[in-house]
């Protein structure tokens, strides 16, 4: 069992920075695929960005060059580097946690889901 907990959301001004944090419990966090996920208002919830326990990094076309996705196993953490941050980046943000490291984009292949944190970026 694992369990899941977002924080580091915010309101921040398009160009901003931020950084999430996801807090992993259970000794085997460093056995999991981890990934990043998010819904804005009146969408369907879609992939962000995903890390393997071998370090596989993959991310959805249109945050690549400005999100990174890391993990530090000692601390059962997985975080999302936010950087040059744009109005349609506004979602909450979901952590998930797969015992699977394949078809990691596949929201169906993580079975642990946080609550969410609200990145609101204004214009």
């Known amino acids: 069992q694992v369990q899941l907990v977002e924080s580091g959301g915010g309101l921040v001004q398009a160009g901003g920075s931020l950084r999430l944090s996801c807090a992993a419990s259970?000794?085997?966090?460093?056995?999991?695929?981890m990934g990043w996920f998010r819904q804005a208002p009146g969408k369907e919830r879609e992939f962000v960005a995903a890390?393997?326990?071998?370090?596989?990094?993959v991310y959805t076309d249109s945050v690549k060059g400005r999100f990174t996705i890391s993990r530090d196993n000692a601390k059962n953490t997985v975080y999302l580097q936010m950087n040059s941050l744009k109005f349609e980046d506004t979602a909450v943000y979901y952590c998930?946690?797969?015992?699977?490291?394949?078809?990691?984009?596949?929201?169906?292949?993580?079975?642990?889901w946080g609550q969410g944190t609200q990145v609101t970026v204004s214009s």
């Open positions: 998930a946690a797969a015992d699977s490291e394949y078809n990691i984009i596949w929201q169906r292949i993580y079975g642990y």
């Open positions: 259970g000794r085997t966090f460093s056995r999991y695929t």
């Open positions: 890390m393997t326990w071998s370090d596989t990094t």
